[in-house]
């Protein structure tokens, strides 16, 4: 089994920065993309931005410019940068990731708990 868990959540004034970092721990397992999805009060939850162990990203249209996630495979560790931030940005941070248990295996999806991010106007 593993778990991730998030942190850097905060308040902040629009136009700020936070830092999200999110660890995987646990068994020992194999983690193949990363990713921080966000989920904002009567809203589905959205990805805002993925990363392959090779290091490839991907971000949704409304952070592309602002904010920036890269990982440390030797610590298990994904980060979000998050730049200029805007009021709209404000939700519950989830990281997850893709984990196999052993070599071959099946990779499964895991979610962290989350953070709050709140960006004041």
């Known amino acids: 089994q593993a778990q991730l868990e998030e942190s850097g959540g905060g308040l902040v004034q629009a136009g700020g920065s936070l830092r999200l970092s999110c660890v995987a721990s646990?068994?020992?397992?194999?983690?193949?993309?990363m990713g921080w999805a966000r989920q904002a009060p009567g809203n589905q939850r959205e990805m805002v931005a993925a990363i392959t162990s090779a290091g490839s990203t991907n971000y949704a249209d409304s952070v592309k410019g602002r904010f920036t996630i890269s990982r440390d495979n030797a610590k298990n560790t994904v980060y979000l940068q998050m730049n200029s931030l805007k009021p709209e940005d404000t939700a519950v941070y989830y990281c997850n990731a893709d984990l196999a248990f052993y070599s071959g295996g099946p990779y499964y999806g895991y979610w962290g708990q989350g953070t709050q991010v709140t960006v004041s106007s």
């Open positions: 646990g068994s020992s397992f194999r983690i193949s993309d």
